[in-house]
């Protein structure tokens, strides 16, 4: 079945420390993979979204992602993390371009100063 | 630009009633979601709506949930009568673009947090 998994349920790291945050599909072919970010009390915003080409996505707020097919992950990265980093991170996928998007459970993110 | 309004931002209610969420999109934005996002959980597609016609509402519990979208611009999602595992934030979200794919970006709003006692 189609599923995007996302291992780790919170993770703590100190301000300035690096980041990655762990994301695996389950597609057949090439999917459709984004990462959103959600802060308490507020809606989804989209941080990157990969669906062909270059690996290593940039996005918003300085992140960004690589999608590894061998390692069927597309894990979220940032090299320095600032405090208002801390939120709740979503990892989502499609099979197609078109249909329904599955999200993966969220990775709560701790920051500590 | 606006953003994705959602209104109410709580309600609480007794099993068995019914329950009505509104939604206005981003002006302009043909497709409109609606997600249910359970505490712990990554939200899931409810509906889907292209213009006022539904895409594909395949994981919407139609016994009890109902949605329209009148006129192609705000849509109204309810619940009737309410379960308490129908506790969750309901969370609305459009894009731009016609096609409906996942080229066009989802703007969400903030959700509605449902409780159910």
């Known amino acids: 079945a189609q599923s995007v998994t996302q291992p780790d349920i919170h993770i703590t790291v100190s301000e300035g420390a690096s980041l990655e945050l762990r994301c695996n599909y389950s597609?057949?072919?090439?999917?459709?993979l984004f990462w959103y970010v959600q802060s308490p009390g507020q809606g989804l915003q989209l941080l990157l979204k990969?669906?062909?080409?270059?690996?290593l996505v940039q996005g918003i707020k300085g992140f960004e992602a690589e999608f590894k097919r061998s390692q069927s992950s597309f894990n979220l990265r940032k090299p320095s993390v600032h405090w208002s980093d801390a939120a709740e991170y979503f990892c989502a996928g499609g099979g197609t371009s078109y249909g329904k998007l599955t999200f993966g459970q969220g990775t709560i993110l701790t920051v500590h100063p | 630009e606006a953003g994705v309004a959602q209104s109410p931002r709580y309600k609480i209610i007794e099993k068995r009633q019914s329950v009505a969420f509104w939604c206005n999109p981003i002006?302009?934005?043909?497709?409109l979601y609606w997600y249910q996002q359970i505490l712990g959980q990554g939200p899931k597609l409810l509906i889907q709506f292209q213009n006022n016609g539904v895409v594909d509402d395949s994981q919407l519990p139609k016994d009890r949930f109902s949605a329209e979208r009148l006129k192609g611009v705000d849509s109204t999602l309810k619940i009737q009568p309410a379960k308490l595992e129908d506790s969750a934030v309901y969370l609305c979200?459009?894009?731009?673009?016609?096609?409906?794919?996942?080229?066009?970006?989802?703007?969400f709003g903030p959700g509605t947090r449902l409780t159910v006692l």
């Open positions: 990969y669906f062909s080409g270059d690996t």
């Open positions: 979200a459009s894009s731009s673009g016609t096609s409906g794919d996942y080229t066009d970006t989802q703007y």
């Open positions: 597609y057949g072919a090439t999917p459709y």
């Open positions: 002006s302009g934005h043909a497709t």
